[in-house]
């Protein structure tokens, strides 16, 4: 497993790190804070977990790579998120989910700095989230959401600009 800490990064102990099997890159970046039963673990594809500096990333919530996680500085993950850039392929009824692999990439989940994705909510494989940003809880993002922008519900949608 690649697993680079900056040594100024709290992990819990209580928080799950799962070695990849497949040379997936796990990258913590300085002053980050990964809190207690958070799991981060290589699943669904090849792609790299990348979490920036002063991340915040709050008990419960689950990181798996798939098609790769980035996540800029400042960036704040609720309690009970899930961030998930892979699917199930699902195309043959004579074979059983499992067995069918994953599908393409739609481009793995792109966290910019500064952003705040409320509690329970879900990021789906090709979700683009921009530079300050505001994610309400309990949504599902799986496309792009702009820069400054307030998202909210099921799937997300625009509700308002951050004031300046």
Not at 36 to 57: A, K, M, Q
Not at 64 to 76: A, H, M, Q
Not at 82 to 94: Q, S, W
Request: proline share 6%.
């Amino acid at each position: 497993m690649s697993l680079e800490i900056d040594p100024t990064a709290q992990i819990s102990p209580d928080a799950r790190i799962t070695p990849s099997a497949r040379g997936s890159r796990i990258k913590i970046g300085a002053h980050t804070h990964i809190y207690d039963f958070v799991v981060i673990r290589p699943v669904g594809g090849s792609g790299d977990v990348i979490i920036g500096e002063h991340c915040y990333i709050n008990p419960h919530s689950c990181l798996y790579s798939g098609n790769g996680i980035t996540l800029g500085d400042y960036v704040l993950i609720a309690p009970g998120c899930m961030i998930v850039p892979t699917n199930h392929a699902y195309g043959r009824r004579d074979i059983p989910i499992r067995h069918q692999g994953f599908l393409p990439s739609k481009g793995g989940v792109v966290i910019e700095d500064d952003v705040w994705i409320g509690a329970n909510s879900v990021l789906l494989d090709g979700c683009h989230i921009g530079k300050g940003a505001i994610v309400a809880a309990g949504s599902v993002v799986s496309g792009k959401v702009d820069s400054y922008a307030v998202v909210a519900g099921t799937p997300a949608k625009f509700v308002r600009w951050r004031d300046a």
